[in-house]
């Protein structure tokens, strides 16, 4: 997204950081992106919803033809939007509760706002008004099963949902079920039709997937074992096969001290390289992936530029990382080697208990 700031022709690109106001936290707050050098400035913020920890952009009816979307990873969950033409995020109208405990993770599909919900193990479904904001609850879609590890995975524990490239299906990545649910989404009435569930390997914690740019192949980073799980991905008949498991981190360091939690996983728009976000272990790993997409290689680690990496973002020219580090308080911007992958840390912005990064 491109906005307009100030008087003349000067174009400011926006990014959003979402974090937890129940740490310290400012909330939801946008910031200007110098096109050059990457260095983010701060522009506005508010604290209207509580621990926003990730957001999303959708297009809507304002001024600035956008509307930001913030979870609220709070107990009785919620979901707010806000108008983002001006320098400073504003809310449009309140907190709309999304039936489900703890909302982890949000993404848009035609035309509705879904939530993965993480203490309640389930998926919600909000209609997207006119006006931009969130309607009422139109289906809830609750997991069921567990896994092995007894601290973690009594239950089931959605961590995220997003749609398909293709856009007719809906992927929810279940950590507490090790587990990969693909539905059908009715854009009339909101319901989500279960299609079919992918199991992973037991204890693996699945945590977030990104796709692959040609779409033949999604990449799901698990929590509970410092890997990422290569799947092919058939849109046609809405089938994910597991085809291999590679670690994100080298093999004297998988059982180190503390243990790792990887966080996010990104892939580069040329679909040369693949990037994980790793807690615990403190970096950024970088796999390189094969031109079918189907083997991932692990080729570097880098210091991730702080401490607790919570999510990473490649921005929209697809030049550079930027790492929201939870526990150290900081947004890193990394440059990428064209020719490596490899992150190198060009800067940072204080940003207290940083969640998640957003461009348009």
């Known amino acids: ?9 000067d174009v400011v690109v926006r990014a959003f950081i979402g974090s937890f106001t129940s740490a310290g936290g400012r909330g939801v707050t946008a910031a200007a992106v110098d096109q050059e050098t990457g260095a983010l400035t701060v522009l506005g913020a508010t604290d209207a919803v509580p621990d926003p920890s990730y957001l999303a952009l959708g297009h809507g009816p304002g001024p600035g033809g956008s509307t930001l979307y913030a979870v609220s990873e709070t107990e009785h969950g919620a979901v707010a939007a806000l108008d983002v033409s001006g320098d400073a995020p504003r809310p449009l109208g309140g907190l709309r509760p999304v039936d489900g405990g703890g909302p982890t993770h949000l993404a848009l599909a035609a035309g509705h706002l879904l939530t993965a919900n993480y203490g309640s193990g389930s998926v919600s479904v909000l209609p997207v008004r006119a006006d931009g904001t969130p309607g009422p609850v139109a289906s809830v879609l609750p997991h069921t099963g567990s896994g092995p590890d007894r601290d973690r995975q009594l239950s089931p524990h959605a961590h995220q949902v997003l749609p398909d490239p293709s856009g007719n299906w809906v992927l929810s990545v279940d950590l507490g079920t090790d587990s990969v649910r693909v539905c059908g989404l009715d ?5 989500l039709r279960p299609h079919e569930e992918t199991a992973l390997r ?17 990449y799901v980073l698990n929590e509970l074992t410092p890997t990422v799980t290569v799947c092919r991905w ?5 089938a994910l096969e597991p085809v291999g498991e ?7 360091a998988q059982d180190g001290d503390p243990r790792t939690y990887p966080s996010e996983v990104v892939v580069a728009h ?7 976000a790793n807690r615990g272990d403190d970096t950024l790993s970088v796999l390189a992936l094969d031109a079918t997409g189907e083997r991932a290689v692990l080729v570097a680690t880098v210091d991730c530029g702080g401490h607790w990496p919570r999510d990473l973002a490649l921005d929209p020219a697809g030049r550079r990382l930027y790492v929201a580090n939870e526990r150290s308080g900081d947004v890193s911007w990394f440059d990428i080697d064209p020719e490596t992958g490899t992150p190198r840390r060009a800067g940072s ?8 990064v957003v461009f348009a």
């Open 1 to 9: 997204m491109a906005d307009t700031a100030g008087s003349g022709d």
């Open 187 to 191: 854009p009339a009435t909101g319901e």
């Open 202 to 218: 037991p204890g693996t914690g699945p945590r977030h997937l990104a796709f692959h740019p040609a779409g033949g192949h999604a």
């Open 234 to 238: 058939n849109a046609a008949a809405g």
């Open 246 to 252: 590679t670690s994100v981190l080298p093999g004297e």
């Open 270 to 276: 040329d679909g040369r390289f693949l990037w994980t």
């Open 349 to 356: 912005l204080e940003a207290p208990a940083a969640s998640c």
